[in-house]
């Protein structure tokens, strides 16, 4: 998804390396200069500074370097999405990323306890919602067994 519709309305973003890029930690702030000057020095004022952070740095230009495989990770959040869709008492919209959320007709909290008997994770996002995530760690294969899982979870 080209970065422009998601942030079209803003002038300044922050991600998270340790996100869908499989940094151990780290992130970025993007916009105009003088408000990156001002976020330097209330981090510094906050105490945000690290010296010799240069190991820790290193696993985050290795994300940048991969940021191609977010595309990926959007394309199995979609696939999850719209099988997850035609389970009966699961509703899920078309993500805009790599969080699917899925409206259900059950206690959000029961489905996630169904789920994670199942061996998949997922969190309650509100009374009848649950959240899903792909990312680093989440091939197409885990995909097609989250979706068979659910299935059997919520039968």
Same mark, same amino acid.
């Given at each position: 998804m080209p970065a422009s519709r998601i942030t079209r309305e803003v002038d300044t973003v922050m991600t998270?390396?340790?996100k869908g890029l499989g940094a151990p930690v780290g992130s970025m702030l993007a916009g105009p200069a003088e408000f990156i000057e001002r976020a330097r020095r209330?981090?510094?004022l906050m105490g945000g500074g690290m010296r010799q952070a240069g190991v820790i740095a290193a696993? @985050?230009?290795?994300a940048l370097e991969n940021r191609h495989r977010l595309a990926e990770d959007h394309d199995n959040a979609e696939r999850l999405a719209a099988a997850l869709d035609?389970?009966?008492g699961l509703s899920t919209p078309t993500p805009e990323t790599n969080i699917v959320v899925v409206g259900t007709d059950d206690p959000a909290e029961d489905i996630v306890a169904a789920?994670?008997?199942e061996g998949?994770?997922?969190v309650a996002f @509100?009374?009848?919602r649950v959240r899903f995530c792909t990312h680093w760690d989440v091939d197409a294969d885990d995909v097609d067994t989250a979706i068979e899982r659910v299935e059997r979870a919520v039968a």
């Amino acid at each position: 998804m080209p970065a422009s519709r998601i942030t079209r309305e803003v002038d300044t973003v922050m991600t998270c390396l340790s996100k869908g890029l499989g940094a151990p930690v780290g992130s970025m702030l993007a916009g105009p200069a003088e408000f990156i000057e001002r976020a330097r020095r209330v981090r510094k004022l906050m105490g945000g500074g690290m010296r010799q952070a240069g190991v820790i740095a290193a696993p @985050g230009l290795r994300a940048l370097e991969n940021r191609h495989r977010l595309a990926e990770d959007h394309d199995n959040a979609e696939r999850l999405a719209a099988a997850l869709d035609h389970i009966p008492g699961l509703s899920t919209p078309t993500p805009e990323t790599n969080i699917v959320v899925v409206g259900t007709d059950d206690p959000a909290e029961d489905i996630v306890a169904a789920c994670e008997s199942e061996g998949v994770g997922c969190v309650a996002f @509100g009374e009848h919602r649950v959240r899903f995530c792909t990312h680093w760690d989440v091939d197409a294969d885990d995909v097609d067994t989250a979706i068979e899982r659910v299935e059997r979870a919520v039968a």
